[in-house]
Nanobody, 126 residues
Framework: QVQLVESGGGLVQPGGSLRLSCVPSGSIFGINVMAWYRQAPGKQRELVAAITSDGITNYADSVKGRFTISRVDAKNTWYLQMDSLKPEDTAVYYC????????????????????WGQGTQVTVSS
């Protein structure tokens, strides 16, 4: 099964920036919607940003104008550029792919759905 690997989290001061990356393992032929979610302590997981295969983006109101999602299909990789970070952005950030076309055991293409990364911690604090 495909795994998603996030990187780029860490500790940053308010007003600072971080860039998260998400890279899938295995042979990937394509990914439909790529997204970032986050979950703060005691809160439900929420959608932060998403980008379709056509490049259409969607953002949570709380991050509009500060975060930018992007994708590089040649690398099957997507990013979340986070600027002007606030303490309330502190959370574990997860990448998600709603559907992927991957190579099966015989090399044939097959679909996998709703794949999640393991999460990366982002802490915004002075």
């Amino acid at each position: 099964q495909v795994q998603l690997v996030e990187s780029g989290g860490g500790l940053v001061q308010p007003g600072g920036s971080l860039r998260l990356s998400c890279v899938p393992s295995g042979s990937i032929f394509g990914i439909n919607v790529m997204a970032w979610y986050r979950q703060a302590p005691g809160k439900q997981r929420e959608l932060v940003a998403a980008i379709t295969s056509d490049g259409i983006t969607n953002y949570a109101d709380s991050v509009k104008g500060r975060f930018t999602i992007s994708r590089v299909d040649a690398k099957n990789t997507w990013y979340l550029q986070m600027d002007s970070l606030k303490p309330e952005d502190t959370a574990v950030y997860y990448c998600n792919a709603d559907s992927l076309v991957v190579a099966g055991t015989g090399g044939e293409p097959k679909y996998e759905y709703d794949v999640w990364g393991q999460g990366t911690q982002v802490t915004v604090s002075s």
